[in-house]
């Protein structure tokens, strides 16, 4: 990330202060999160990269969470040990396993998104008008990023 230079105006750098500060909050939740179902972190995000309809190959966890092979093994390991995933061997190569989450994984993962996905009060105490500029003014931002 560039730092800023003269052409970047105040306004833009404020706004992304606060959407930083956004991010490190919302960062807290998924802790709290975690913490109140007994999840480490990296279990958590396990579970959301984790998808209940299409099963996994440990490579692929590991990249989603940027870590290596080994790190996701441990990862796995303990998250089978709570009955929330299991290893199945791959149908197109069966000397690979991917993961699927249980059903205990799937009901999980579904409270972890339904928690994660609730505005926080001060969001939702914005009227319509707000919340919709708001909405398409960060669209546009997101939408160009992903162009870069």
Known sequence: MAAPDDTTTADAVAVWGHLT??????????????????????QLLALRHLDPEEPCRMGSLAGALACDKGNVTGIVDRLEKRGLVERRPDAGDRRVKVLALTLAGVRVRAEVERRLAAPPAALAGLDDDELAQLAATLGRVVGALRQD
């Open 21 to 42: 500060a956004l991010v490190e909050l919302r960062r807290c939740d998924g802790s709290d999160v975690a913490r109140d179902l007994d999840l480490p972190p990296s």
